[in-house]
């Protein structure tokens, strides 16, 4: 009788803190579903984890519950800039956290930016999302190391003398990232022999792949997204091409290899973050609860997500206060936070400046191959 009677009083206090207690609504801004819907889900799987790991936040010694509020892009840019848009005026939140695809989070950051509204993309790597912008950060690196990582790889592991890009043109990520190679690899002694065009949402890729049989360069870069990468590997190897492929974080996803099976075998990209990396006491923790809840290896989506959402926290904590200008300012004076992925210091362009490594396809898995610094 008593434990039941003990149980009830928990019961009763628990209720009434969730309704006593104030609440500050962060939006975010995912790929729930549509073509790169894998972005989403395990972003969303990693700010989940954060966010229950540190649900609450203490403004003024009073304590608020976060509030996530989801929306889905689709994947698309006017979804995008009016799910940010929604979120602003309609859930007055605080910050928002996203989006994934860099095109999507460029579409949002107008938006933010225009209703003085702080956002932090998680894992977006162009320049353009947070060039020239007071209230847009990111946690991630930004392409045109990427894309140097990319190229020293091509050069220095896979000896590649040439290289022919295919380019995905609907996607700036793409756009800017097939820059940033080029220029890179050119000034390491490397040829880039051509830039080849495509589109999202492309399945037939033979006609590419023809010339670039012809062509015949040492080095295939693909900086796409999983489908249309994985697509393009399996169609180059029916066709018989044997070309090293090289890809980007676009690449990162377990579909690549469900999409791609025996094809995307042997294939590299340059991405985030390795498990065996961690080094804060933050990202041991949270890769120890990520295996407990969803039983595989901690991806770079899931850590960046969660370190985006850990560094808003962590902002509104030093802001200790809800108005979204000194959340800004706290973002933006971000110095060593230890995140999941690493130490993340925001710079004067509201980028992250962190490591890259590169990654293989092996068995169907994604192996560490090594890290390049800044
Ligand atoms: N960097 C990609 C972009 O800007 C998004 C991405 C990041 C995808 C990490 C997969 C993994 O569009």
């Given at each position: 009788m008593k434990k039941i009677f003990k149980l009830f009083a928990i019961l009763i206090f628990n209720l009434s803190l969730a309704f006593a207690m104030k609440q500050v609504n962060v939006g975010v801004v995912l790929p729930m579903t549509g073509p790169i819907s894998a972005f989403g889900q395990q972003t969303w799987e990693g700010i989940k984890l954060a966010h229950q790991i540190e649900p609450t936040v203490k403004i003024n010694g009073e304590t608020y519950k976060i509030n996530l509020i989801l929306m889905d892009n689709r994947g698309d840019k006017a979804e995008s800039a009016n799910a940010a848009s929604r979120l602003i005026t309609q859930n007055n939140v605080k910050v928002i956290l996203g989006a994934v695809a860099s095109s999507n989070s460029i579409a949002m950051s107008t938006v933010a930016e225009k209703n003085k509204t702080p956002m932090i993309s998680p894992s977006s790597t162009n320049p353009l999302v947070t060039k020239g912008k007071k209230y847009v950060f990111r946690v991630c690196f930004i392409d045109p190391f990427q894309g140097y990582v990319a190229a020293k790889f091509a050069r220095n592991n896979l000896h590649a003398k040439t290289a022919v890009i295919i380019m995905d043109i609907a996607q700036d990520y793409s756009v800017g990232l097939a820059k940033s190679f080029k220029k890179a690899f050119e000034k390491m002694?490397?040829?880039?022999?051509r830039i080849l065009p495509y589109k999202s949402g492309q399945t037939d890729f033979k006609g590419i792949l023809t010339v670039i049989k012809y062509l015949h360069p040492d080095v295939i870069y693909v900086p796409g997204y999983y489908r249309e990468v994985a697509l393009i590997a399996r169609q180059a190897r029916q066709l018989g091409i044997k070309a090293k492929i090289l890809s980007g974080d676009g690449a990162e996803a377990p579909e690549l290899v469900k999409i791609g099976g025996k094809a995307v075998e042997g294939l590299y990209f340059t991405t985030h973050f390795d498990e065996k990396s961690i080094s804060t006491k933050l990202g041991k923790e949270f890769v120890k609860k990520y295996h407990e809840t969803y039983h595989k290896e901690l991806n770079s989506l899931a850590a960046l997500g969660a370190d985006a959402y850990f560094v808003a926290v962590d902002s509104i904590k030093r802001a200790n206060s809800l108005d979204k200008e000194k959340i800004r300012d706290a973002i933006a004076n971000t110095?060593?936070?230890?995140g999941v992925t690493g130490n993340i210091t925001i710079d004067k362009n509201g980028n992250a400046v962190k490591p890259a490594v590169v990654k293989k396809v092996e068995n169907g898995e994604f192996k560490y191959v090594t890290t390049i610094n800044p």
């Amino acid at each position: 009788m008593k434990k039941i009677f003990k149980l009830f009083a928990i019961l009763i206090f628990n209720l009434s803190l969730a309704f006593a207690m104030k609440q500050v609504n962060v939006g975010v801004v995912l790929p729930m579903t549509g073509p790169i819907s894998a972005f989403g889900q395990q972003t969303w799987e990693g700010i989940k984890l954060a966010h229950q790991i540190e649900p609450t936040v203490k403004i003024n010694g009073e304590t608020y519950k976060i509030n996530l509020i989801l929306m889905d892009n689709r994947g698309d840019k006017a979804e995008s800039a009016n799910a940010a848009s929604r979120l602003i005026t309609q859930n007055n939140v605080k910050v928002i956290l996203g989006a994934v695809a860099s095109s999507n989070s460029i579409a949002m950051s107008t938006v933010a930016e225009k209703n003085k509204t702080p956002m932090i993309s998680p894992s977006s790597t162009n320049p353009l999302v947070t060039k020239g912008k007071k209230y847009v950060f990111r946690v991630c690196f930004i392409d045109p190391f990427q894309g140097y990582v990319a190229a020293k790889f091509a050069r220095n592991n896979l000896h590649a003398k040439t290289a022919v890009i295919i380019m995905d043109i609907a996607q700036d990520y793409s756009v800017g990232l097939a820059k940033s190679f080029k220029k890179a690899f050119e000034k390491m002694g490397g040829r880039v022999i051509r830039i080849l065009p495509y589109k999202s949402g492309q399945t037939d890729f033979k006609g590419i792949l023809t010339v670039i049989k012809y062509l015949h360069p040492d080095v295939i870069y693909v900086p796409g997204y999983y489908r249309e990468v994985a697509l393009i590997a399996r169609q180059a190897r029916q066709l018989g091409i044997k070309a090293k492929i090289l890809s980007g974080d676009g690449a990162e996803a377990p579909e690549l290899v469900k999409i791609g099976g025996k094809a995307v075998e042997g294939l590299y990209f340059t991405t985030h973050f390795d498990e065996k990396s961690i080094s804060t006491k933050l990202g041991k923790e949270f890769v120890k609860k990520y295996h407990e809840t969803y039983h595989k290896e901690l991806n770079s989506l899931a850590a960046l997500g969660a370190d985006a959402y850990f560094v808003a926290v962590d902002s509104i904590k030093r802001a200790n206060s809800l108005d979204k200008e000194k959340i800004r300012d706290a973002i933006a004076n971000t110095k060593n936070f230890p995140g999941v992925t690493g130490n993340i210091t925001i710079d004067k362009n509201g980028n992250a400046v962190k490591p890259a490594v590169v990654k293989k396809v092996e068995n169907g898995e994604f192996k560490y191959v090594t890290t390049i610094n800044p």
